[in-house]
Each structure stands twice: as structure tokens, then as C-alpha cells.
């Protein structure tokens, strides 16, 4: 059952979304491949510090964090990952590393990719290892109020 903060919210604000269940997985590039849906599409959210308070970086499932492009973009002092044990008990509603990109539901700031703004749909976990949740990119834009920047880069 996807986050029940996160289905509320998208009927609250007239969201349409769709459902997408998968076997269970733990990193990005297998939820894409489970859920069948392209890496370029898969929203991954990697929990970083910037100036060490606790943020979302979203990004393609396919694409890696560039720190100093990060860093250089916000114009912050230090952006570092953020361990699992700094994030865990922020996400009370979620499996651990399954949280959706919705810092505003968690009183934290999200940064997207540009590149993931390019797409029309967008899908992310949905609080669980098994589920994911897909809505067009302007209404994740307009509900979750991401700062849109340049920060990844593609792996060979």
C-alpha cells in the first residue's frame, strides 16, 4: 500500500496517478527494469546533506549526483550523502530508502534534475520496495515545489 500521506495528498489536489507494482527491489536500476519502465523516467531520490540540513535530490534512475555540481549550484558551503541512519526515522510512513520525492510532506527542501524535467511522466517510489506511484511531471512540479538544477551525471 502505497504512503497513505502521499495518496491523500494527490486526491486532496485533484491529482491522477497510477499505480505500479513490482517485485520487490532495492536500488534504482532494478525498480526500472521490474516495473518495466524506463531509467530516464525512474524519479530516484538520494538524501544529501546541504549545509547539513537533510534534503531530496531526485534524479533519473540512470543518472549519478555530481556533488560539486550540486554544491556549485545551490551555492552551498558543503553537500554531502546523507547516511541511512540520519535519514531513517524522517520517513515514519515509508520502508527505509523507498520515499517518494516529496520533501514538502517531510519539512525538507527537493532539488530536481533538470533532465528529469524534460520528461512527461515521472514515477518514484511510492514508500514501499514493491510499489511505485506515476503522475505527469508538471503536477509532481506544482505539488512537490522542487528547485529545478543541473547536478548529475551519466555513468558509462
Known sequence: ??????TEYFESHD???KLI??????TA??????ARISGKELAKTVMVKVDGKLAMAVLPASQRVNFSAFKDATGASEVLLASEREFKDAF???ELGAMPPFGNLY????YVDESLSEE?????CAGTHSELVQISFQDFERLAQPVIIKFSWQPE
Open 1 to 6: 500500500m502505497p504512503a497513505e500521506k502521499l
Open 15 to 17: 491529482v491522477q496517478y
Open 21 to 26: 507494482e513490482h517485485e520487490p527491489v532495492y
Open 29 to 34: 536500476q532494478e525498480t526500472a527494469a521490474s
Open 92 to 94: 515514519p510512513d515509508c
Open 107 to 110: 519539512g525538507m527542501q527537493v
Open 120 to 124: 512527461m511522466v515521472v514515477a518514484f
